[in-house]
């Protein structure tokens, strides 16, 4: 078997400088919002794909594009209810999330927060 030596790097559009993943400063990050939501993204190619939590329980997920640039998410865990709307940003490349959080007796929170890329 012969193998075929490439001197051109025949993988340079994963991650290359065209590629979402090759213009932003992380690929990988997670933040906290109003103290029982977490929100984690992860820059592959040209997409975002992100994960929410409630409470530490995954009450879901979506993937993230220029050409889908919104999703909201909504569930419960341990007796809290939320739901959060993700936006991808291009200038600078960011996401913003937005999420209300409801809990038993105490009531609902919103707020806003933006985990630039």
């Given amino acids: 078997m012969a193998v075929k030596i490439h001197k051109e790097d025949v993988l340079a559009h994963i991650n290359g400088p065209e590629t979402l993943a ?3 400063a992380t690929t990988d990050a997670c933040i ?4 029982m ?3 984690c993204a992860n820059v592959q190619g040209d997409s975002v794909k992100v994960t ?3 409470a530490g329980v995954e009450i879901g997920s979506g ?6 640039p919104s999703i909201t998410i909504g569930g419960g865990a341990a007796g809290f209810k939320a739901e959060v709307t993700i936006t991808l940003e ?3 490349w960011a996401i913003e999330i937005c999420g209300k959080v409801c809990a038993p007796f105490v009531g609902c929170k919103s707020g806003c927060t933006k985990l630039n890329l």
Avoid at 32 to 35: A, E, R, T, V
Avoid at 63 to 68: A, D, G, I, P, V
Wanted: charged share 5%; net charge positive; proline share 5%.
């Fill in 52 to 54: 929410v939590y409630l």
């Fill in 37 to 39: 939501l977490k929100v």
């Fill in 63 to 68: 993937t993230l594009s220029l050409t889908h």
């Fill in 90 to 92: 291009t200038s600078p």
């Fill in 22 to 24: 090759g213009q932003v």
């Fill in 32 to 35: 906290s919002l109003l103290g």
